[in-house]
């Protein structure tokens, strides 16, 4: 991988390093994730979690750069993952 940070797929923005829980079982380190607060995705997820799952969160663009590959990381808040937890 480059030194260029990956840019959210639903925004255009650069993506942040993000450092796995040590918990986790995401298999990398280092992941990407999109904190715009204003990010489509991150917007509609609020309504789209609360209507089909009847939970109160919503969900950002994750970027594994080992595997090169996108998912949702689910969040509770604007400030959620921002620690890096």
């Not at 829980?21 to 994730?33: A, K, L, N, Q, R």
Request: one cysteine or more; charged letters at 20%; a positive charge.
């Amino acid at each position: 991988m480059t030194d260029e940070k990956p840019v959210c797929l639903h925004c255009g923005q650069e993506m942040k390093k993000w450092q796995t829980p040590t918990w986790s079982t995401w298999g990398g380190d280092i992941m990407y994730v999109c904190f715009n607060d204003e990010c489509p995705y991150y917007v509609r997820g609020w309504d789209w979690m609360l209507k089909t799952q009847n939970m109160r969160c919503s969900y950002q663009q994750l970027y594994n750069p080992r595997t090169r590959t996108s998912s949702p990381i689910p969040v509770r808040s604007s400030s959620a993952c921002r620690d890096g937890s």
